[in-house]
């Protein structure tokens, strides 16, 4: 009863907080318009989080990640031995990491190296790939799910783009290291640091290259994990916040690492385990909690409110809007324009983005309108010769069948009559009535009538 009840008052708070944030011309510009976006960021952040159970979710990933490490390095140190990199590869893993952490590394990667994965034959090959692709379909799934993707990678697609991000990142991580250890021992640079004035600051400035390496390797994760296109500066953002607070934790961990002799009494020489375990654990939640930024800073950047907000026009507002979009729209692509964006339209129409962007979802999902990229740029999505206006009008209305079984209505055989009646009467009222008519663009039977009599016309 205490847990409903907190459901209840949380739900209910957070209608009114969300309905504050995405209340339609909002009079404030400047400062204030910029204040309230990074609060609608962090809000949203916060909020998916905790509707996501973002630590369950990162529970999970890491059984799943001690699962699919073991996989992971085999393959990366079977690559980097066969270029010559294996003895920096595994320094560059080692140095990264605290000693407890670094200790179990250890043991992983004096069993990998043992592990000859050219002796394992096909079969045991076929099944070291396989659960990697597992462990990263895993973790692909969690961002979909925060990111709302309609569906994940294909399997081909999964086993091409697994294991070349698994080929390449190792690769890639060694050559930025090996650049970095040579514009360090440059003349000029050794020059710099030995200037009395401008040497503490550019010893400080070389301190966060680990910190812009994490950055990017953030960023990258943000843009290719979700099966769905991220817009860079959402991946950014949510980056450089994720790289300060895995550093942060990462700073913490090992201040508080003074105490792990007391867990050497309990558990012995296995005390770096758990330690481990609850490092991974964290920094899931880390970088779960980045996805949620990227995520909510895209939502807010887009003008798009989360679902749970009650907009502001009511239905039949909501059909005269998805009218006027398809409108504009058919007759961009009719005169070949180039087509409207979201933004173009919330100006041209006197009303917000977010109003738009839910009309454009609602006609995107029926198929009506397509669009073509994040930026919301929309064209019809079908041929105009035979859209219908009643079409338009039932992709923002719905039908009767939906979420009946989720609002659990009794069936009255009464009412389900009326409203039978009442969209029988709509449909016999607008019959056939196609939209390029309400958009005023010649149909093709307008056309052709138009050719044959010009003739006759020429001749009277």
């Keep these: 009863m205490a847990r409903k009840k907190e459901q209840d008052w949380f739900s209910e708070t957070d209608r009114k907080i969300l309905a504050w944030m995405w209340r339609t011309g909002h009079p404030w510009g400047g400062l204030k318009r910029y204040l309230l976006g990074s609060l609608k960021v962090a809000y949203l952040s916060l909020r998916n989080s905790y509707l996501d159970r973002l630590p369950f979710q990162a529970n999970a990933l890491t059984f799943i990640t001690l699962l699919g490490l073991v996989p992971a ?42 592990t000859k994965v050219g002796t394992l034959g096909m079969v045991g090959l076929a099944m070291l790939v396989l659960t990697l692709v597992l462990t990263l379909s895993s973790v692909e799934e969690t961002f979909n799910r925060i990111w709302e993707a309609p569906h994940s990678r294909s399997w081909p697609r999964k086993f091409t ?59 990258f994760l943000y843009l290719f994990l979700p099966n769905t296109k991220v817009p860079f500066v959402s991946a950014l953002l949510a980056g450089v916040v994720t790289a300060i607070l895995w550093w942060t934790v990462q700073s913490i961990y090992i201040k508080f690492q003074l105490g792990v002799s007391r867990y050497n009494a309990i558990y012995g020489g296995f005390a770096s385990l758990p330690l481990f375990m609850v490092w991974l654990q ?3 939640q880390v970088l779960l909690f980045g996805a949620e930024l990227a995520h909510a800073h895209n939502l807010v950047s887009k003008g798009t409110p989360p679902k749970d907000v009650a907009y502001r026009l009511n239905p039949a507002q909501r059909e005269a809007l998805a009218l006027g979009i398809m409108q504009k729209a058919a007759r961009r692509f009719q005169a070949g324009d180039d087509p409207w964006s979201v933004a173009q339209l919330a100006k041209e129409l006197r009303v917000s983005k977010g109003e738009v962007w839910s009309v454009v979802d609602d006609l995107v999902s029926a198929g009506l309108l397509a669009e073509l990229n994040q930026e919301g740029l929309v064209l019809p999505g079908r041929t105009l010769d035979n859209l219908l206006v009643c079409e338009v009008l039932a992709a923002v209305r719905g039908s009767l069948d939906e979420g009946r079984e989720a609002l659990e209505a009794p069936e009255d055989p009464a009412l389900l009559t009326l409203m039978g009646k009442v969209l029988q009467a709509e449909e016999k009222a607008l019959g056939r009535l196609r939209l390029l008519e309400v958009a005023e663009i010649p149909t093709p039977e307008a056309k052709a009538s138009c050719s044959t009599s010009t003739p006759s016309q020429e001749k009277s």
């Excluded at 595994?90 to 043991?107: D, F, H, M, R, W």
């Excluded at 991580?173 to 040579?182: E, N």
């Excluded at 000029?188 to 290259?209: D, I, M, R």
């Design 161 to 219: 783009d697994y294991l070349s991000v698994l080929v390449i990142c190792p690769l890639l991580v060694l050559s930025a290291t090996a650049s970095w250890a040579g514009i360090a021992s440059h003349s000029v640079v050794q020059w710099v640091l030995e200037t009395p004035w401008l040497g503490p600051v550019a010893a400080q400035s070389f301190k966060l290259a680990p910190l812009l390496i994490l950055v990017a390797a953030f960023v």
């Design 282 to 284: 964290v920094s899931w």
């Design 73 to 114: 390095l085999a393959i990366s140190f079977s690559l980097a031995k066969g270029l010559g990199f294996a003895d920096s590869l595994e320094g560059l893993i080692i140095n990264e990491y605290t000693a407890s952490q670094a200790e179990v590394l250890k043991y992983i990667i004096h069993y990998v190296q043992n």
